[in-house]
């Protein structure tokens, strides 16, 4: 079975700078996709960034970038230049391929609050 | 863009009473699927329905929750006798072959009093 897990309850940015939001993951499955999804207050989910178990290169969408560490089994999301509009919940979610099928499930962790500080 | 849609945004419903919560996936999607999000609480996979049949389900998807595509465009939830517990964000998720590639619907909040 897999697993996914967040540890950061809330986190605190100023405005404009960096901030690392954690996940880490746990499957026995070779291939894989992690994703990140944004979920503001008005409740809606926002796909953010995926990597692929066999990607080379780490992902990254403008100011999104994910921080791929196969051996840690850790997919940690990268919001540089950090904008008011960043405040919300962060949700790091996982997709295997188990026994060479899948219809897609994913597997998602607690979530993190992010709040940006002007 | 195309757009994952579900009415309604918001239904309150009896404790007992059956609800139905729709879904228009995008059209050229093959894979459905139905998730739940208790109110702050992490995101929950219901349901995911792939060639007109129930592909994979949760431990949550007892038998007082049902899934159907009934004319090739929606897709719907249907639970049959709600409990309080029941009352959460339902969110629908459509995929095309992409292994990536979701679009999630802006969910319906559903409220059981």
């Known amino acids: 079975a897999q697993k996914i897990t967040q540890t950061q309850p809330g986190m605190f940015v100023q405005e404009k700078e960096a901030v690392t939001l954690d996940c880490t993951y746990d499957?026995?499955?070779?291939?894989?996709?992690l994703f990140w999804y944004k979920q503001p207050s008005s409740g809606e989910m926002i796909f953010l960034i995926y990597?692929?178990?066999?990607?080379?290169q780490n992902a990254t969408e403008g100011r999104y970038s994910l921080n791929f560490q196969k051996a840690r089994k850790s997919a940690n999301l990268v919001i540089s230049a950090s904008q008011l509009g960043d405040s919300a919940m962060y949700f790091c979610?996982?997709?295997?391929?188990?026994?060479?099928?899948?219809?897609?499930?994913?597997?998602f962790g607690q979530g993190t609050i992010l709040t940006v500080h002007p | 863009e195309p757009e994952v849609t579900q009415t309604p945004s918001h239904q309150v419903t009896q404790m007992g009473q059956e609800v139905i919560l729709r879904c228009v996936p995008i059209?050229?999607?093959?894979?459905f699927y139905w998730y739940r999000q208790i109110l702050g609480q992490k995101v929950e996979f219901l349901v995911s329905?792939?060639?007109?049949?129930?592909?994979?389900k949760s431990e949550i998807f007892d038998d007082q929750f049902s899934v159907e595509r009934p004319d090739g465009s929606n897709f719907t939830l249907k639970i049959r006798s709600t409990k309080l517990e029941d009352s959460a964000m339902y969110f629908c998720?459509?995929?095309?072959?992409?292994?990536?590639?979701?679009?999630f619907g802006s969910g319906t909040r559903l409220t059981v009093v």
């Open positions: 998720a459509s995929r095309g072959q992409t292994f990536y590639s979701y679009t």
């Open positions: 499957t026995s499955d070779p291939s894989y996709g």
């Open positions: 990597q692929g178990s066999y990607d080379q």
């Open positions: 979610a996982m997709r295997v391929v188990s026994g060479g099928t899948s219809y897609g499930k994913l597997t």
């Open positions: 059209s050229n999607h093959l894979y």
């Open positions: 329905f792939y060639n007109n049949e129930i592909s994979e």
